[in-house]
């Protein structure tokens, strides 16, 4: 509906628009009161020279060359020979969306010497960390036909990520907590310590003032 909408308020706008566009030109060039565009300082110059030296050239751009119109009319446009080199092929019938590469590329056929894809630099930086001594920078560039020194640069200044999870926040079902759940288990955590700090301060007491405890007991 919104669409049919902005279609029907677009035709008044564009209705007859070529002939009102020449009506506001025609308006502009007898009225010199309209604004128009200010023109750079060497085109207001040049314009002038112009009209000095050769104001016949601003009349003719005024008036309709009819030869050179006649000649536009006999223009054509004609081809000739056989067509039948042109192949023409059936589109395709697969016409499913393509699937996005892994890492936002293709990857290409051929890897020229002294490259490497980033699948190819993860899988080696993740064999160097994981065994450093196996898997040594000279190893590597020889697997992979690179230079010793760009594989070291690589080594030293990149790493793959790693997942590494703090002891006293593992759970049974090696699940990470939540932040509500963390929250809660270290409010249940104070509760139980200020309980068990009260039991014993009151044990303190107990202990203490026993003659209170026997005159309670003999009343």
Known sequence: MGKIMSRLKRLPANYNVDRRAEKAIERQAKNPKIAVAP???STVKDLQKLRTEHPEFLDVQKSKDEKLSEMLRQVR???????SEIVRRPLPDNRKPVEEPEYGYQLPQV????????QQ???????HQEAPKAYTDKMIAHDYKLEVSNVKNVLNYFSAYNLHIPEDTKLQGNK?????GV???????AVEENTEAKTNADMKTEEKQPHIK?????K
């Open 39 to 41: 023109k750079h300082p």
């Open 77 to 83: 446009v004609e081809s000739h020979g056989d067509t």
């Open 111 to 118: 890897i020229p010497r002294g490259r490497f894809t980033i």
């Open 121 to 127: 630099a993860l899988k080696f930086v993740s064999q």
């Open 176 to 180: 990470l907590p939540t932040p509500f």
């Open 183 to 189: 929250k809660f288990g270290m409010q249940q955590k």
């Open 214 to 218: 026997d005159k309670v007991n003999s």
